[in-house]
């Protein structure tokens, strides 16, 4: 009769042992699957930081005077006064200019006697 209380002990220590057992290791295998998601999260706001800095840097230039005077220029066709604006034609144009040109190349005047005269 004791023999048999000792083994139900034993085989009782055991079972709460192993109980614990598996329990200890869902744990650490919790934490590990916690600490790869708060690594992930770090290298994700990392990203975002230097994204951000990208961001302001572009908004400290856009807001630069040279900026909007570069803008000004190339986007509205703006100029300063007594500057002169000279516009070449778009690649998709030429094909019709060669054409319109092509009827007047028996000018007198050559073409690079007209830009002369144009600056000058």
């Given at each position: ?64 005077a040279a900026f909007v005077e570069k803008e000004a220029r190339n986007k509205l066709g703006l100029v300063k006064p007594g500057e002169t604006v000279v516009l070449l034609p778009h ?30």
């Open positions: 009769m004791a023999d048999r209380k000792k083994t139900i002990i034993y085989l009782g220590v055991i079972l709460i042992a192993g109980i614990i057992c598996i329990n200890l290791v869902r744990s650490i295998a919790e934490n590990l699957k916690q600490n790869n998601i708060i690594t992930r999260q770090y290298q994700a706001l990392e990203t975002e930081k230097k994204h951000n800095r990208e961001l302001k840097n572009q908004l400290r230039e856009a807001t630069g690649e998709e144009s030429k094909g019709i200019n060669a054409i319109n040109t092509q009827d007047t190349t028996t000018d007198a005047i050559s073409r690079w006697r007209k830009w002369w005269n144009l600056f000058f």
